[in-house]
T-cell receptor, first 116, second 114 residues
Framework: EADIYQTPRYLVIGTGKKITLECSQT?????MYWYQQDPGMELHLIHY???????EKGDLSSESTVSRIRTEHFPLTLESARPSHTSQYLC???????????????FGPGTRLTVL | AQSVSQHNHHVILSEAASLELGCNYS??????LFWYVQYPGQHLQLLLK??????LVKGIKGFEAEFIKSKFSFNLRKPSVQWSDTAEYFC????????????FGSGTRLQVQP
């Protein structure tokens, strides 16, 4: 079944550690996105990708980095985690159809990150 | 840049009451409009969407929304809510061109009391 997966679902880690949040989709979508969501707040775009080897920063400044080596995989990395990175991170994907139903974004379950 | 405003942060209703959640957006170009819902412990999922055509769109679970271009609004409605509608509701927009990333409102937490 086509879906979008994120691991881990929950992560508690100490300050200074390097972490990678995984996101994979089996829908064959070109576009992928990372959003950050603090409790009770809106989602903010932090990274997006049009396709393989294409990544861009989003609206909200983030110290994280992303890569897109394969269409289905869009991992997010924090080189040195800090308490200010504590948040929920949501991955999404959509296809490339201009202006049509393909603009619908499908979301993963999210990773809730806590940095102590 | 786009922005989205959701006026109701927390709504408490009794079962069978009618629901209307407000959403206004600002953007100079043509947009697509969405309502997403997040049930407790679940993924964000699409409730309904508007791209073009009839401004009254129907979604899943009896929800509908009306796009009023002159008011830059896309309010969500349901005539009779159920306890199972308890969730967080997000209005979102994206531009028809470019990166097409979503801009979200701050969300409305709906609590339906049995």
């Amino acid at each position: 079944e086509a879906d979008i997966y994120q691991t881990p679902r929950y992560l508690v880690i100490g300050t200074g550690k390097k972490i990678t949040l995984e996101c994979s989709q089996t829908m064959g979508h070109d576009k992928m996105y990372w959003y950050q969501q603090d409790p009770g707040m809106e989602l903010h775009l932090i990274h997006y990708s049009y396709g393989v080897n294409s990544t861009e920063k989003g609206d909200l400044s983030s110290e994280s980095t992303v890569s897109r080596i394969r269409t289905e995989h869009f991992p997010l990395t924090l080189e040195s985690a800090r308490p200010s990175h504590t948040s929920q991170y949501l991955c999404a994907s959509s296809d490339h159809t201009a202006g049509g139903p393909g603009n619908e974004q499908f979301f993963g379950p999210g990773t809730r990150l806590t940095v102590l | 840049a786009q922005s989205v405003s959701q006026h109701n942060h927390h709504v408490i209703l009794s079962e069978a009451a009618s629901l209307e959640l407000g959403c206004n957006y600002s953007y100079g170009g043509t947009v697509n409009l969405f309502w997403y819902v997040q049930y407790p412990g679940q993924h964000l999922q699409l409730l309904l969407k508007y791209f073009s055509g009839d401004p009254l769109v129907k979604g899943i679970k009896g929800f509908e929304a009306e796009f009023i271009k002159s008011k830059f609004s896309f309010n969500l409605r349901k005539p009779s809510v159920q306890w199972s509608d308890t969730a967080e509701y997000f209005c979102a927009v994206n531009a028809r061109t470019g990166r097409r990333a979503l801009t979200f409102g701050s969300g409305t937490r709906l609590q339906v009391q049995p």
